[in-house]
């Protein structure tokens, strides 16, 4: 009887200790995650605004410190972040940062950026100085902008983080103008694969009487993200 006695309150006690650390992973998780969602959000918010106010994602960030330590009471959950504020290359182009936030529009290859490092203390269970980096990234590349027999067609592709392939927008998510700011109805949206560059959206607008000599296209992904890219019509 001893002995099953003990082996129950061995085996409670490393059953509470389990439950008890799963608890913690899954706060360390979900402030990753919320973390994430901030930088996504003011990145959203910077651009909507045309790149306007860098100070967006500081404002953000030190609400969200704020509210960490009312949502997680006990754990002793202290956030504390640092921006990228000057020139770095990644995703194949150099991105300037300012308070962690940067966009290079109207190229052919057009970009939105943001990129925060977070260090995490949670004092209940001695963690100090636990460190994750969030980077959000939305690129435009145009490829091509042609007119002829009164149609415009132009091939880009869209890439997020890493430099991967957004292949679920619509035509909803695509605006297109012309060098005098006008706006050019799309008539169709098609998608196909190159070998080299993976998914390729193009777009149709039919009717375009005109020569539109550039081809200005806003691409605005699933997160809000918005970015302007621009191209000389041949």
Known sequence: MIISIGTIMYSTVTYFKHERWQEYLMVIDNIELGSRRVVELSLANYTMLNGTNNQILVNNLNNWRTNLTQAYPGFGAALTHSFANSSYYAYGVNINYSYG???????????????????????????????????????????????????????????????????????????IKDANNSTIPISSLSRRYDTSYGPIYRIYCTNVTTDPISAQVTVTDARNIKVIANSTVT
């Open 101 to 175: 936030l940067a966009s290079l529009w109207n190229n052919e290859t057009s970009f939105s950026a943001a990129n925060v490092t977070f260090a995490l203390d949670m004092s209940s269970v001695g963690l100090v100085g636990y460190k994750f980096m969030v980077s959000t990234f939305l690129e435009v590349r145009i490829f091509s902008a042609n007119w002829s027999s009164n149609e415009l067609v132009s091939d880009l592709a869209v890439y997020e983080e890493g430099l991967t392939p957004i292949t679920n927008l619509d035509e909803s998510d695509f605006s």
